[in-house]
């Protein structure tokens, strides 16, 4: 048992950090590093064009999507080093945020569904971040039940035309293109009447909206479409298959392991350890100490959890389902973080301009941390699919599963 | 990177696995639940044959000389099979001291005796309620001789020594309290078992007057001796408990496809599928700092104290979570002597207090990470 690297590993790391460290915007590390959940604001800078100038540089030196084959704009590394770049990226991987659908989930699925021809036109600008994809699954009545989705896909000759409305869609505004999951057959069972395209975002009849969220931010967007013309070769997989392509997508949204997620712990550790309160510092008293016991041992938890999956893919193996706990651990823990932080504040943690305690870093967690639960698969999804693919558990009575999609009630109460 | 076991000390884990089903079914753990033996004498002696009670002790003094992480793959299963027998106190306890603070003539006289299973030992810490600390200790040495009353000590009925915490200050200080080791077949010591939540796991109190013993470790040492071996053995137990959530995990998940309520398994419900899906977050966050805890124990890393106290936590609160919830999966049954849920119920509760409280340990972690990160 050690955490030391391969011979291999160690020449690769070496390599990785000595090319960040000539490359990298450093003007911008100390205000990368700070930013915690929430948005990567940059002072004085536009973040999306500090993020696609740094992405553009790690594709020109071979640096971007690394586990991509060369061919579509990769490097085609090994998943142990992909972990390895992204823990010597660091903090400048907070400007990769824009890119993970578009690499994460969009770029796989063309790998394993678009011609060889799309895939050498399409995938070496989404690698370099001159086009940004966005994934369009989510609908008003299709959110953790993704296959009640409505938008319509109807053929005409040689192309179909899209009708509706999708919700919750990452970085809409400033995508290209993106991936579109429609129904094409209403009469047949929900997941049987689903094909994929893919589509350009300027394509006319195509109106994004953001929303503006709880926490007063819009990082999300509605898209309408009023008969949005695609050509059938943009099609992803057979008609009616889509289900099964986005399973594809949806499989890589959890394959991320190495970034770590946030739980907000050592903030608040920091923040205890220098906080007075009455009667001394935060940190001797005895119930703030058994709290940030708890929060410590989940924290610690979480991070050797991903270093155990790490382990595997050091040793070519496939990880364990071990890592299927991190969001939902992290989702809730930060929640819970923010919440003792503010009452840490007493009164005064109500505050959240200039005044605020530590200009109201934990009041900005708070007001987010709702969405971490929801997005990506809610806290109970997760529970979910631990349940059915770790522990073996019987998926859910599905009652709609065999009726034609056109007859599932869609109303509660009369 | 390797965060993981071996392949060999898999391999053992396996085997481990594979005796203690053989030889310790739920049937044999209940012998001694129901009071018919005060712990598995056949088991134990099994144990000594497979080389398990020594496997950390280096070959010189009569061990296999493996190391502590086989150690932990062995207490997994033995957390695992809720093994009646005193090996936390002999082997993660005595065993330990001995290692980091005994004379080569105590190693010599012992150490082989532990490992062929002809000697059983034990820590006698507490005095009553409350948690370690050097205040609490009154049992005073003079002269090499031990007065005081020690209890709760695992063990301490069937054990033939224990290392006994012993105050030869008069302060509160840590250089106050030594270490003695003491026979407890002899002279001026009585023992008195006491009933408690997990009779699958003995407890004791042991009144010394005037007895006999030799100090361990130089004197004035004993706080800092003990807080390594109360580390030491925070990490082994962690694995113990481990073993246990696994199981308690195990056992519910597969009533829940078994039982059959409202015409389903009651494993297709969401609400017992959650309560399932939230005891393996438990299991693996408490398994991965137990990892953590098991790297920094074989390293003999400057980690391991705040390793040990995570380990500790994370592990305490896996297996009670998981012990809890696999009676409430089960229902009625899981409430009935018949079902085996209440004998992890049991064993996860009484783990949990041991080697200090939940509370302790939490205090411990927090003051340890301080001191970290103030270096």
């Known amino acids: ?414 | 990177m390797n965060f993981d076991f071996s392949d060999e000390q898999k391999q053992l884990r396996d085997e481990a696995r594979k005796f203690l089903t053989e030889k310790c079914s739920p049937k044999a753990v209940r012998a001694v639940l129901d009071g018919k033996a005060s712990y598995d004498r056949e088991l134990w002696q099994g144990l000594a044959e497979m080389g398990f009670l020594g496997v950390a002790i280096p070959e010189n003094y009569g061990g296999a000389g493996a190391g502590h992480l086989e150690l932990c793959v062995i207490a997994e299963e033995m957390g695992r099979a809720l093994a009646p027998v005193p090996f936390s106190s002999t082997v993660y306890l005595a065993a330990e001291a001995l290692l980091i603070a005994g004379s080569d003539v105590q190693k010599q006289k012992w150490l082989p005796k532990i490992a062929k299973g002809e000697a059983i030992g034990t820590l006698a810490l507490f005095e009553g309620k409350g948690n370690p600390s050097p205040q609490a200790v009154k049992l005073a040495a003079s002269g090499n001789a031990l007065t005081g009353v020690k209890m709760p000590v695992a063990d301490g009925a069937i054990a033939d020594f224990a290392i006994v915490v012993a105050r030869t200050g008069s302060g509160g200080r840590d250089s106050d309290i030594s270490l003695y080791l003491a026979e407890l077949k002899g002279e001026g010591v009585e023992t008195k078992a006491l009933s408690n939540i997990d009779p699958t796991r003995g407890q004791a109190e042991i009144t010394f007057k005037n007895a006999k013993a030799e100090p361990l470790g130089r004197v004035g040492d004993g706080w800092s001796i003990l807080t390594q071996v109360l580390d030491r053995a925070a990490v082994l137990m962690a694995f113990e408990q481990v073993g246990g959530s696994d199981r308690a995990l195990e056992m519910g998940r597969d009533y829940a496809l078994d039982r059959i309520a409202f015409g389903r398994p009651i494993g297709s419900f969401q609400a017992v599928k959650h309560m399932l899906a939230d005891m393996y977050v438990s299991a693996t966050l408490a398994r991965s700092n137990s990892y953590y805890g098991a790297w920094a124990l074989s390293t003999n890393s400057s980690e391991l104290p705040e390793a040990a106290a995570a380990a500790r936590i994370s592990a305490t609160q896996a297996f009670q979570h998981c012990a809890k919830n696999n009676i409430q999966v089960h229902g009625g049954m899981g409430f009935t002597w018949e079902f085996d849920c209440h004998m992890f119920y049991r064993r996860a509760n009484a783990t949990a207090l041991g080697l200090g409280s939940l509370s302790y340990w939490e205090d411990q972690l927090i003051d340890r990470m301080r001191k970290k990160n103030a270096a």
């Open chain 1, 1 to 414: 048992m050690n955490f030391e690297d391969t011979p291999q590993e160690a020449a690769f790391r070496a390599e990785a950090r000595a090319w960040i460290t000539a490359n990298a915007p450093k003007q911008y590390e100390d205000e990368l590093r700070k930013s915690s959940l929430g948005r990567t604001r940059l002072e004085g800078a536009n973040v999306l064009e500090v993020a696609k100038a740094w992405q553009k540089k790690k594709a020109d030196a071979g640096w971007a999507c690394l586990h991509w084959p060369k061919d579509y704009g990769g490097r085609g590394s090994s998943p142990i080093e992909r972990v390895i770049w992204q823990q010597e990226e660091g903090a400048f991987g907070k400007l990769s945020a824009m890119f993970i659908i578009g690499h994460g989930m969009c770029g796989p699925t063309m790998m394993a569904f678009a011609s060889e021809e799309q895939k050498r036109h399409y995938l070496p600008p989404l690698a370099s971040g001159e086009n940004v994809w966005c994934q369009l699954f989510s609908e008003p009545s299709a959110g953790s039940d993704v296959a009640g989705l409505r938008t319509r896909a109807e053929k005409r000759g040689d192309d179909w035309i899209v009708n509706g409305q999708k919700i919750w869609t990452s970085g809409a505004h400033y995508s290209d293109y993106g991936i579109l999951l429609t129904r094409t057959d209403p009469t047949a069972p929900k997941h049987k009447g689903l094909t994929m395209f893919f589509l350009d975002m300027k394509s006319p009849g195509v109106e994004v909206r953001p929303i503006k969220q709880a926490s007063g931010q819009s990082d999300f967007n509605e898209v309408y479409f009023s008969d949005v013309k695609i050509p059938d070769a943009q099609r992803l997989g057979n008609v009616n298959d889509g289900w099964n392509v986005a399973l594809t997508t949806l499989m890589n949204e959890r394959m991320s392991i190495g970034a770590g997620v946030a739980t907000g712990f050592p903030e608040l550790f920091e923040f205890c350890n220098n906080l007075m309160l009455e009667d001394g510092l935060a940190i001797d008293d005895r119930n703030v100490r058994s709290k940030l016991a708890n929060w410590a041992v989940r924290a610690s938890g979480l991070k050797y959890t991903s270093l155990r999956a790490i382990s595997a893919l050091s040793k070519g193996e496939r990880p364990g389902p071990e890592n299927s706990i991190g969001k939902l651990v992290a989702g809730a823990m930060i929640q819970e973080v923010a919440m003792f932080a503010l009452d840490l504040e007493g009164a005064a943690g109500v505050l959240n301009g200039p005044e605020a305690e530590l200009a109201g870093k934990f009041q900005a967690m708070l007001l987010r941390a709702p969405g971490t639960r929801v997005e990506g698969g809610t806290d109970e999804i997760m529970r979910n699919i631990i349940a059915e693919r770790v522990l073996g558990l019987p998926g859910d009575v599905r009652v709609d599963k065999d009726l034609p999609f056109n007859q599932i009630p869609t109303k509660g109460r009369a």
